[in-house]
């Protein structure tokens, strides 16, 4: 299946949040504090992918308080933290997904974009795996499209504009 | 009409900050606290093109406090921030700058840069519209110039020394 | 002997830290804080690396309190911290690492990564010596393998991999 | 006359901060406070280079509180900031730094790396003009040497490289 056609029946997005929606980077001062570096035009996105029908939700091993708390807060998506086995997550959040909608979600209709190993199982499950250009291979040798720009750096930016022009080709 | 033409006209060089002043990343703390990075070789340009008889305001969707606030006052530019739409405040701000002075300040002498949808259409209608090199395809398009650099590496300096270069040789 | 072979024989992986597990660039605010950019790609690779059979430890020239303090901590990793002289650290930490152990640590089995001059002493002692991409020359002369990726930019995580996959084929 | 003669004769190396010391990028956050990344590489250079018996300075446009002073401090570096002619202030410079001396100081014995205009008039002065590779044209225009590497990502290293080089050759 092309990927354009697996794009087309994307409903839910989910992101991995450390090497998709930022470059992997972790800013660290002598107190310990943890900073990242999103990206605007990743954020500008978020709120197009929704008008075009997809939902989103954000997912990450780190546990709080992240950056990634307030970047989702900013952006009003929901933020999973501190999910250390990405695919049983996931099968349990597809279920809860489905809970009060007229047609349940399907894992062949969620995209999942991950940059690591740790994100390699969950790819495995989904209709539409996503991985940016400079994933580690374990995550870009399960992927069923690798974006041409990097995490952090517009990678996210690039799978909204997909879905999106999949939609409205579809 | 040549980009050097277009440039020559320029009165008010209006810039976009995220993406433009920036690369586009924003550093986030776990409080949530913003940052971004701006460019000295950047603000070397600004007084050089003021010394142009270029005016310069800078221009951002983002709502105070934001670094944007700090760096305009550094550099003593007007910043217009929360602007959701910029097409709309453009024609405002032009009758604005317009108020007052011996000749109106028309949209062909106004220079828009940006780097993004959200300033496509302010950019399709200013006499000289720019992008960075990086800019999303969405402000490329509509750009009559895009810079060789990159937002917030040099792309608002290259700019202010091609507004004095075109009225130095007009 | 082949770079696997080398690899093969390590039982401890030394990792020095501007340089190595950061790109040397070191964030200084006003009242002289420093920040350095840690990599979680490289962070995932310690607990695997382990899981191999390898100990790890970091050491670093620079005196707490230290960013590389905290991301030990973390990764739960035996830090170094003010060491002046790393070829004669790297003795008296042999023989510790050997004390109550069946067979005594040699430095054959020793892996040592370093991207500079002060690093270069220690470097031509151990079994395996690494350096970044982009180290300085006088790393790279020494080294007996140099990463694809960059310091800061998952050439940590490349060593492990590179351990593990070893030690399976071993 | 070879860049190579015109090493072999320094005795003072004078370091702009910005874009040099740097990448010219400035962090800002809400409150105004600015951030710049020095380089450790660099930062190993400058012992080195006093070793071989150059002295050197950091000079700088901006105004107290920077954290140009405190990576001054750190690595024992005379640092002059606020200083907006610096041609005006170089002359100044080499008379000071003649006096008590069994031979004066001349123009000629300076090194200046400098990476934008404000640089040119010192360049234009002395022995021995540098510019990073990534400097403004106006600045590397001047230059009698370009450095292969970037401002603030190994530039003055390789300067320091250079001038211990040339020394001992000479």
Redesign the interface.
């Known amino acids: 299946m092309d990927f354009r056609e697996r794009a087309q029946a994307v409903r839910l997005l989910i992101l991995d949040v ?2 998709v929606l930022t470059d ?18 990743d ?2 996105g978020i709120p ?1 992918v929704r008008q075009c029908g997809v939902e989103v939700a954000f997912v990450t091993g780190e546990s709080p ?3 990634a ?3 989702a ?2 952006l009003r998506v929901r933020l999973f933290p501190g999910v250390k086995d990405k695919a049983d997550w996931l099968e349990a959040i597809v279920r809860e997904y489905s809970v009060g909608r007229l047609r349940p979600l399907a894992l062949a209709e969620v995209a999942y974009m991950g ?4 994100d390699a199982g969950a790819m495995a499950l989904v209709g539409f795996s996503i991985a940016p250009a400079d994933a ?1 291979l374990s995550a870009r040798q399960v992927a069923h499209w690798v974006t041409a720009k990097r995490g ?3 990678a996210v ?1 690039e799978v909204c504009d997909l879905l999106c022009e999949a939609r409205a080709a579809g």
Do not use: S
């Open positions: 450390d090497g992997g980077r972790v800013w660290v001062g002598p107190d310990g504090q943890e900073w990242v570096a999103f990206n605007r035009r954020g500008e197009r308080p992240t950056p708390e307030r970047r807060e900013k940059d690591d190993e740790a580690h952090g750096r517009g930016r």
